[in-house]
């Protein structure tokens, strides 16, 4: 598990796929765009994510302001 600068979450990869959110701040990017603790990002736009280093590299290049689109699976479904 890492805590990354900056975006305020840290995530870890889980079995099925998918990347599990916890210590989110709430005032974070993704905390204000309502995402929560114990939400797995299945899928952002097109891409998966089969760990957080992936998924950490893919992000650093996103650029600022840029809208994407998330699939989170929360309280299983």
């Not at 990869?13 to 990017?29: D, E, I, M, Y």
């Not at 939400?39 to 809208?67: A, M």
């Amino acid at each position: 598990e890492r805590l990354r600068a900056g975006l305020g979450l840290a995530l870890d990869a889980v079995a099925n796929g998918g990347l599990r959110l916890s210590n989110l701040q709430p005032n974070s990017t993704f905390g204000t765009a309502g995402l929560r603790n114990d939400d797995v990002i299945l899928r952002v736009g097109d891409r998966r994510f089969n760990n957080n280093g992936e998924f950490y590299d893919w992000i650093s290049t996103v650029q600022p302001g840029q809208q994407l689109g998330l699939v989170v699976l929360r309280d299983g479904r």
